[in-house]
């Protein structure tokens, strides 16, 4: 009891010691007596001017306080003369007692009408280096008198108001502020929910752009500072500037965040992101978070929404397509893996009105932008999607040159350099340009200028297609290979498809290896060599009766009206085979062979891609037996050769038969014939049989 006893006097003398101490230090010391050695010290120490234009107050007990009025940091030399840092007001409160302990107890830290101006000169050096010293090396000595931590921190609060922060980026060009800056921190302690609020207006040169910012949620630190959760976390922004999508964007952020750096994990909760009319909700986890290691993987979804609307909110015409019904509504669903070089869409669903895609998708390495893919379309009509054709025009298929050039315009060769893909695409069923095909396979490798697509496979008009494409951009000019085939397919249904008119129908099988150089689709045109072959059986050429333009040509000829045709305009044939020579452009074929029950058809010509124009000439002979399509009325023609002639346009060729030529041949012949028939008969009259044994060795009559 007499211990306690002394104990009890010996703290209260100890609690008197200080209440007078503290009385006299604040009766005998004013701290305005120090600015000018303060300013001095400061001036020692960074060069600068240090302005303390209000006053200062001191508090002592039971809080070690400290009030400061207006002061002023000058800026460094090659800045702007505006103030480094300005403050209207600072004022802090520790309590005196619990330092005895080790143990910080802070009031509200209150700072308000802070000016604080950052920046860079224009060789990228800060305005704050002068400032800062390099730190010493520690010394054993100098760790034993650093003394234990503190055992414990309590802050009352910070409220920062009405403060101000630009940057100046000398060196880049660029200007950014932060006005009207308010700061809210509730009472701050390991364990305790800390209410935060922040809210200031931003303002940039470049781009040009300028809005305000929002953002509130409560803070939980853990005992050791290691681990901290956010919850309630919002966060919305209004901005507007010239180079935003529409002008203006608005957008709000909500979740929950758990950080545990001891651990190295995060975990982003009940993600909800509102952007353009779009929602996006999920959540993420990561591990190794502080180290080179560290991966991320989670899952996002893209509510519906109406992509029509999304395009017009980002300041973009909506498209003009041929079925007003599309772009009506998409989704997403995105599991996602990530590192910090890397991101990839494990398992990826998109959705676009009536077709759906799957697969992953991603980008294997920041730095080379290399994408992968491996995805498949389970449908899609291409051509509701595409503008709708001028009145009395077809949509026409690109080649491929034209769908790399963009149908009408130059190779993009930059972006084609820069491709770094390495991804398949399956479509189950395809329509595009009216062409339909189903179980399409296309696989894409592209680095450093060389793109290839192969394979190329796809399943159409009871057919098949396959193909081999390379296109070398690495040089000035564009180079494009091509080794494509197709087999079995029905020209028919295709040609009606593809161009509205079926001119030719039959079995195809074509094939073709071409190269063409240039940027331009003209250009490559211009410069298409290779050889092709095709082959067509059971089928016939629609809009021209090579029976019928002979019966025709015939008729006038003998001075009779045509003959009536009552059968289709077109000439079957049972087999239609050829092979060509494309130079610069222009097809030869020399061997041009058809077969009919009625005809025997060769001939030889070109047809001009650059210039569009066609020049043929065929040799027809109507066979032995003429009971095939209209052989009826053309006996006598029988195998006599007539020559055919089609020249013109693509869109519209001429067709003529030369039969004069031919008649006239014939009627020659026939007369011929008849003469020497007259003249071996006079002659065997007159000569007696002994003469005419002779003349029969000798002649072989």
Same mark, same amino acid.
């Given at each position: 009891?007499?211990?306690?006893?002394?104990?009890?006097?010996?703290?209260?003398v100890?609690?008197?010691?200080?209440?007078?101490g503290? +009385?006299?230090?604040?009766?005998?010391v004013?701290?305005?007596?120090?600015?000018?050695?303060?300013?001095r010290?400061?001036?020692?120490?960074?060069g600068?001017?240090?302005?303390?234009?209000? *006053?200062?107050?001191l508090?002592?007990?039971?809080?070690l306080?400290?009030?400061?009025?207006r002061?002023r940091?000058?800026n460094?030399?090659?800045?702007?003369?505006?103030?480094?840092?300005?403050?209207?007001?600072?004022?802090v409160?520790?309590?005196?007692? %619990?330092?005895?302990?080790?143990e910080?107890?802070?009031?509200?830290?209150r700072?308000?009408?802070l000016?604080?101006?950052?920046?860079?000169?224009k060789?990228?050096n800060?305005?704050?280096?002068?400032?800062?010293?390099?730190?010493?090396?520690?010394?054993?000595?100098?760790?034993? +008198?650093?003394?234990?931590?503190?055992a414990?921190?309590?802050?009352g609060g910070?409220?920062?108001?009405?403060?101000?922060?630009?940057?100046?980026?000398?060196?880049?060009?660029?200007?950014?502020?932060?006005?009207?800056?308010?700061?809210?921190?509730?009472?701050?302690?390991?364990?305790?929910?800390?209410?935060?609020?922040?809210?200031?207006?931003?303002?940039?040169?470049q781009? #040009?752009?300028e809005?305000?910012?929002?953002?509130?949620?409560?803070?939980?630190?853990g005992?050791?500072?290691?681990?901290?959760?956010?919850?309630?976390?919002?966060?919305?922004?209004?901005?507007?500037?010239?180079?935003?999508? +529409?002008?203006?964007?608005?957008?709000g952020?909500?979740?929950?965040?758990?950080?545990?750096?001891?651990?190295?994990?995060?975990?982003?909760?009940?993600?909800?992101?509102?952007?353009?009319?779009?929602?996006?909700?999920?959540?993420?986890?990561?591990?190794?978070?502080?180290? *080179?290691?560290?991966?991320?993987?989670?899952?996002?979804?893209v509510?519906?929404?109406?992509?029509?609307?999304?395009?017009?909110?980002?300041?973009?015409?909506?498209?003009?397509v041929? *079925?007003?019904?599309?772009?009506?509504?998409?989704?997403?669903?995105?599991?996602f893996?990530?590192?910090?070089?890397?991101?990839?869409?494990?398992?990826?669903?998109?959705?676009?009105d009536?077709?759906?895609?799957?697969?992953?998708?991603?980008?294997?390495?920041?730095?080379?932008?290399?994408?992968?893919?491996?995805?498949?379309?389970?449908?899609?009509?291409?051509?509701?999607?595409?503008?709708? %054709?001028?009145?009395g025009?077809?949509?026409?298929?690109?080649?491929?040159?034209?769908?790399?050039?963009g149908?009408?315009?130059?190779?993009?060769?930059?972006?084609l350099?820069?491709?770094?893909?390495?991804?398949?695409?399956?479509?189950?069923?395809?329509?595009?340009?009216?062409?339909?095909?189903?179980?399409?396979?296309?696989?894409?490798?592209a680095?450093d200028?060389?793109?290839?697509?192969?394979?190329?496979?796809?399943?159409?008009y009871?057919g098949?297609?396959?193909?081999?494409?390379?296109?070398?951009?690495?040089?000035?000019?564009?180079?494009?290979?091509?080794?494509?085939?197709?087999?079995?397919?029905?020209?028919?249904?295709?040609?009606?498809?593809?161009?509205g008119?079926?001119?030719?129908?039959?079995?195809? *099988?074509?094939?073709?290896?071409?190269?063409?150089?240039?940027?331009? %689709?003209? #250009?490559?045109?211009?410069t298409?060599?290779?050889?092709?072959?095709?082959?067509?059986?059971?089928?016939a050429?629609?809009?021209i009766?090579?029976?019928?333009?002979?019966?025709?040509?015939?008729?006038?000829?003998?001075?009779?009206?045509?003959?009536?045709?009552s059968?289709?305009?077109?000439?079957?044939?049972?087999?239609?085979t050829?092979?060509?020579?494309?130079?610069?452009?222009?097809?030869?074929?020399?061997?041009?062979?058809?077969?009919?029950?009625?005809?025997?058809?060769?001939?030889?010509?070109?047809?001009?891609?650059?210039?569009?124009?066609?020049?043929?000439?065929?040799?027809?002979?109507?066979?032995g037996?003429?009971?095939?399509?209209?052989?009826?009325?053309l006996?006598?023609?029988?195998?006599?050769?007539?020559p055919?002639?089609?020249?013109?346009?693509?869109?519209? %060729?001429n067709?003529?038969?030369?039969?004069?030529?031919?008649?006239?041949?014939?009627?020659?012949e026939?007369?011929?014939?008849?003469?020497e028939?007259?003249?071996e008969?006079?002659?065997?009259?007159?000569?007696?049989?002994?003469?005419?044994?002779q003349?029969?060795g000798?002649?072989?009559?």
């Amino acid at each position: 009891m007499k211990a306690l006893r002394i104990v009890g006097i010996l703290i209260g003398v100890l609690v008197l010691v200080l209440v007078i101490g503290a +009385g006299a230090l604040l009766i005998f010391v004013d701290p305005n007596d120090y600015k000018d050695q303060i300013t001095r010290a400061v001036q020692e120490q960074t060069g600068r001017t240090l302005t303390i234009e209000g *006053d200062m107050e001191l508090s002592v007990f039971p809080w070690l306080g400290l009030e400061i009025g207006r002061t002023r940091l000058s800026n460094a030399q090659g800045f702007a003369d505006a103030p480094f840092a300005e403050i209207e007001e600072v004022g802090v409160q520790v309590r005196l007692l %619990p330092l005895l302990r080790k143990e910080l107890e802070m009031s509200t830290l209150r700072l308000k009408g802070l000016d604080l101006y950052l920046g860079l000169d224009k060789q990228g050096n800060p305005n704050w280096s002068d400032m800062i010293k390099p730190a010493a090396e520690p010394t054993p000595e100098a760790d034993e +008198g650093r003394g234990a931590a503190l055992a414990g921190l309590a802050i009352g609060g910070v409220e920062i108001t009405d403060a101000n922060l630009v940057w100046d980026d000398q060196q880049a060009g660029a200007r950014y502020q932060l006005r009207d800056l308010d700061l809210s921190l509730s009472e701050i302690a390991p364990e305790t929910p800390i209410d935060f609020s922040l809210d200031f207006e931003v303002e940039l040169d470049q781009p #040009a752009m300028e809005g305000e910012l929002e953002l509130a949620g409560v803070l939980t630190l853990g005992p050791d500072l290691q681990r901290f959760e956010i919850s309630d976390f919002k966060l919305e922004t209004e901005a507007e500037g010239e180079t935003l999508p +529409g002008g203006k964007v608005e957008a709000g952020l909500a979740s929950g965040v758990t950080v545990d750096l001891g651990a190295g994990t995060l975990q982003v909760a009940d993600l909800v992101l509102e952007a353009m009319g779009l929602t996006v909700t999920g959540q993420v986890d990561g591990q190794n978070i502080q180290s *080179d290691q560290a991966r991320f993987s989670g899952n996002l979804k893209v509510q519906e929404f109406v992509p029509r609307e999304l395009i017009e909110r980002l300041g973009q015409p909506a498209p003009e397509v041929s *079925d007003a019904s599309v772009l009506s509504k998409a989704d997403a669903d995105i599991g996602f893996s990530a590192t910090p070089a890397s991101f990839n869409a494990d398992k990826l669903t998109l959705r676009l009105d009536d077709s759906t895609i799957t697969g992953s998708a991603g980008i294997a390495n920041f730095t080379s932008q290399a994408i992968r893919f491996d995805l498949t379309l389970d449908q899609i009509d291409v051509d509701r999607y595409l503008p709708p %054709p001028a009145e009395g025009e077809t949509q026409a298929a690109p080649t491929p040159a034209q769908a790399a050039a963009g149908a009408t315009g130059a190779l993009p060769l930059e972006t084609l350099r820069a491709l770094n893909l390495d991804g398949t695409l399956r479509i189950n069923q395809l329509k595009a340009y009216q062409l339909r095909s189903a179980d399409v396979l296309v696989t894409i490798r592209a680095k450093d200028g060389l793109v290839r697509v192969n394979p190329a496979r796809a399943s159409m008009y009871e057919g098949g297609y396959s193909g081999d494409i390379t296109l070398d951009a690495r040089g000035d000019k564009a180079r494009i290979a091509l080794d494509e085939k197709v087999q079995g397919v029905q020209a028919g249904p295709l040609l009606k498809d593809l161009m509205g008119d079926d001119k030719l129908v039959g079995t195809a *099988d074509v094939n073709a290896k071409l190269t063409a150089t240039g940027n331009t %689709p003209e #250009a490559l045109k211009q410069t298409l060599n290779g050889n092709a072959g095709f082959s067509f059986t059971e089928g016939a050429v629609k809009g021209i009766n090579v029976a019928a333009l002979i019966r025709n040509a015939k008729a006038r000829l003998e001075g009779k009206p045509a003959p009536a045709e009552s059968g289709p305009n077109q000439t079957d044939f049972t087999s239609l085979t050829g092979t060509a020579k494309v130079t610069n452009g222009v097809i030869r074929n020399d061997d041009l062979a058809a077969m009919s029950p009625l005809l025997r058809v060769d001939g030889q010509g070109m047809a001009d891609l650059p210039q569009e124009q066609v020049d043929y000439s065929l040799t027809v002979k109507l066979v032995g037996s003429l009971e095939g399509q209209g052989g009826e009325g053309l006996q006598d023609l029988k195998g006599v050769a007539i020559p055919l002639r089609i020249e013109g346009p693509f869109a519209k %060729p001429n067709y003529s038969v030369d039969l004069a030529k031919v008649l006239e041949g014939a009627a020659r012949e026939k007369v011929k014939e008849k003469v020497e028939e007259e003249v071996e008969k006079k002659l065997e009259d007159k000569l007696d049989d002994k003469v005419k044994d002779q003349l029969k060795g000798i002649f072989g009559r």
